[in-house]
């Protein structure tokens, strides 16, 4: 009876146990549950086209119990989304109106995360021989000189903003021009623009390279300095937009400058094109990039 007793008692003192780690772990996992689950991410379409963004937020919803909807459009309208409250955080990779952002109150923590870069790509034939022109500029003059086709994205884009800044630097205004043509479209649709109608256009390598089978373009001027293509997260204050989840958005920040989240991007592409599409960056200085 004794022994019966004993038993009884290590039985009543093991579930006392268990009941408080139970306990303890979904009072934990309450805590650690996002109040407000949902987050909206404006971004811009090279993250989504690359395909690196179908790796990146599942593992962050995962860890985090979050779940990310997904904008994918220019930066420019990515960041006019966010200047309205209709997203809690960005990605996007147009520095000039990224500072703008902040200094005018409508983006906050902006912070580096990846860079890669930009390419001009056209036909095969190159009817204006500009491959092997080490100036991004220089080649625009030619492709201006010769009439010959080329597809903007017309789009506000960070691409689209690169590719004006390089046309600046010409003395050339292209607009308007016969041989120049706005898709009004993503980076991978006018890529296949380019591609149907042999046109040069301005890409950034990620998609270029994810698209690469499916289009029949070619890289003809590359590594010229200018040509570097920069990401940045930033988060839309939610003391402006009530709505806006800004924890979430901070969530998410974090993550894509985590270690786990930049050995993502250091080593995503190079199973399939040997070579990574996107260079992680958290924590360094953008002067530092490309050396």
């Given at each position: 009876?004794?022994?019966?007793?004993?038993?009884?008692?290590?039985?009543?003192?093991?579930?006392?146990?268990?009941?408080?780690?139970?306990?303890?772990?979904?009072?934990?996992?309450?805590?650690?549950?996002?109040?407000?689950?949902?987050?909206?991410?404006?971004?811009?379409?090279?993250?989504?086209?690359?395909?690196?963004?179908?790796?990146?937020?599942?593992?962050?919803?995962?860890?985090?119990?979050?779940?990310?909807?997904?904008?994918?459009?220019?930066?420019?309208?990515?960041?006019?989304?966010?200047?309205?409250?209709?997203?809690?955080?960005?990605?996007?990779?147009?520095?000039?109106?990224?500072?703008?952002?902040?200094?005018?109150?409508?983006?906050?923590?902006?912070?580096?995360?990846?860079?890669?870069?930009?390419?001009?790509?056209?036909?095969?034939?190159?009817?204006?021989?500009?491959?092997?022109?080490?100036?991004?500029?220089?080649?625009?003059?030619?492709?201006?000189?010769g009439n010959a086709l080329f597809i903007s994205r017309g789009d506000?884009?960070?691409?689209?903003?690169?590719?004006?800044?390089?046309?600046?630097?010409?003395?050339?205004?292209?607009?308007?021009?016969?041989?120049?043509?706005?898709?009004?479209?993503?980076?991978?649709?006018?890529?296949?623009?380019?591609?149907?109608?042999?046109?040069?256009?301005?890409?950034?390598?990620?998609?270029?390279?994810?698209?690469?089978?499916?289009?029949?373009?070619?890289i003809l001027v590359e590594g010229d300095a200018s040509l570097l293509n920069?990401?940045?997260?930033?988060?839309?204050?939610?003391?402006?937009?009530?709505?806006?989840?800004?924890?979430?958005?901070?969530?998410?920040?974090?993550?894509?400058?985590?270690?786990?989240?930049?050995?993502?991007?250091?080593?995503?592409?190079?199973?399939?094109?040997?070579?990574?599409?996107?260079?992680?960056?958290?924590?360094?200085?953008?002067?530092?990039?490309?050396?």
């Amino acid at each position: 009876m004794k022994r019966m007793r004993n038993m009884k008692t290590v039985f009543a003192v093991v579930a006392a146990a268990l009941l408080l780690v139970s306990g303890a772990s979904m009072a934990q996992a309450a805590k650690k549950a996002p109040a407000q689950k949902n987050i909206i991410l404006t971004t811009t379409t090279s993250t989504q086209d690359s395909g690196l963004l179908d790796v990146l937020i599942p593992n962050f919803e995962k860890k985090t119990g979050y779940f990310v909807k997904t904008i994918a459009v220019g930066s420019g309208q990515a960041m006019a989304m966010g200047r309205k409250g209709e997203s809690d955080v960005m990605l996007v990779h147009s520095p000039d109106a990224e500072i703008k952002m902040v200094e005018e109150g409508f983006a906050v923590n902006r912070r580096l995360i990846m860079h890669n870069d930009f390419i001009i790509v056209g036909p095969a034939e190159d009817p204006v021989k500009i491959k092997g022109i080490k100036a991004s500029a220089d080649a625009l003059k030619t492709i201006a000189a010769g009439n010959a086709l080329f597809i903007s994205r017309g789009d506000n884009s960070g691409t689209h903003a690169k590719e004006k800044a390089l046309w600046k630097q010409t003395g050339i205004d292209p607009a308007g021009q016969r041989w120049y043509q706005e898709t009004g479209l993503g980076m991978g649709q006018t890529l296949n623009v380019a591609s149907e109608k042999k046109g040069y256009t301005l890409a950034d390598r990620g998609t270029y390279l994810a698209l690469k089978k499916n289009i029949a373009l070619e890289i003809l001027v590359e590594g010229d300095a200018s040509l570097l293509n920069i990401y940045h997260v930033m988060e839309v204050p939610a003391d402006k937009w009530p709505k806006v989840n800004g924890e979430g958005a901070r969530a998410f920040a974090d993550f894509m400058v985590s270690k786990e989240a930049q050995d993502v991007i250091k080593t995503f592409g190079v199973d399939k094109f040997g070579a990574p599409l996107f260079f992680p960056d958290a924590g360094k200085k953008v002067e530092d990039l490309g050396k």
